[in-house]
């Protein structure tokens, strides 16, 4: 058992406080995070993996999604970004990944590194990854209902939206780490 005790707090300070560091969750990363510009590979135009400033790529904001073309952009980001390896960018979802895994961030890091993507870990840990896959999709789904209350898309639509974001959720939890990403570009007409 102490061996076991040392051998975590090696890897701890081996792994988890670099990618601490590189997303924000020490001061000093905290602190030189203030207004950057993000690129589409998941970087800033720092260089520092978007992680550090608690967005993801494309930097969709739930809360103020309001149009049709926003909500398309909202499901793409579901399904993460692949360039960020198993941690497909968990920033924008950490909220519910904290309620649902009950884990603390750099725990995640460290599982993700040893190769679990968030399906092994939810089950590690005995969650069904159907629960985290329902709580992200919910979580995200006011954004839907925003843009149904606007008029700009039907109840019928809004289920769609809601089949497509289940889609992205489910393939993010259970991404392997090989399928290529896939592009929702909206519904079929």
Same mark, same amino acid.
Request: aromatic fraction near 4%; glycine fraction near 8%; charge should be negative.
């Given at each position: 058992?102490?061996?076991?005790?040392?051998? #975590?707090?090696v890897l701890l300070a081996a792994v988890v406080v670099p990618v601490a #560091? !590189?997303?924000? =969750?020490? #001061?000093? !990363? !905290?602190?030189?995070?203030?207004?950057?510009?993000?690129t589409d590979t998941g970087t800033s135009l720092d260089g520092a993996p978007d992680c550090a400033r608690g967005g993801g790529p494309g930097g969709v904001d739930v809360s103020s999604? =309001?149009?049709?073309?926003?909500?398309?952009?909202?499901v793409q980001e579901a399904y993460g970004d692949a360039g960020l390896d198993l941690h497909r960018g968990h920033q924008p979802v950490q909220d519910v990944?904290?309620?649902?895994?009950?884990?603390?961030?750099d725990e995640l890091h460290v599982?993700?590194?040893a190769g679990q993507n968030l399906a092994a870990v939810a089950e590690d840990i005995g969650v069904d990854p159907q629960d985290l896959v329902d709580t992200l999709v919910g979580a995200w789904s006011p954004a839907i209902d925003a843009v149904l209350a606007s008029g700009e898309i039907t109840e019928d639509e809004a289920e769609q939206y809601r089949a497509a974001l289940?889609? !992205? $959720?489910?393939f993010r939890v259970n991404w392997d780490g090989e399928e290529a990403t896939p592009t $929702?570009?909206?519904?079929?007409?």
């Amino acid at each position: 058992m102490k061996l076991r005790k040392t051998l #975590a707090a090696v890897l701890l300070a081996a792994v988890v406080v670099p990618v601490a #560091a !590189a997303c924000g =969750t020490t #001061a000093e !990363a !905290a602190s030189t995070t203030s207004s950057t510009t993000t690129t589409d590979t998941g970087t800033s135009l720092d260089g520092a993996p978007d992680c550090a400033r608690g967005g993801g790529p494309g930097g969709v904001d739930v809360s103020s999604v =309001t149009t049709e073309e926003q909500l398309v952009e909202l499901v793409q980001e579901a399904y993460g970004d692949a360039g960020l390896d198993l941690h497909r960018g968990h920033q924008p979802v950490q909220d519910v990944l904290d309620e649902v895994l009950a884990i603390s961030h750099d725990e995640l890091h460290v599982r993700m590194d040893a190769g679990q993507n968030l399906a092994a870990v939810a089950e590690d840990i005995g969650v069904d990854p159907q629960d985290l896959v329902d709580t992200l999709v919910g979580a995200w789904s006011p954004a839907i209902d925003a843009v149904l209350a606007s008029g700009e898309i039907t109840e019928d639509e809004a289920e769609q939206y809601r089949a497509a974001l289940e889609e !992205a $959720f489910t393939f993010r939890v259970n991404w392997d780490g090989e399928e290529a990403t896939p592009t $929702f570009s909206g519904l079929d007409a």
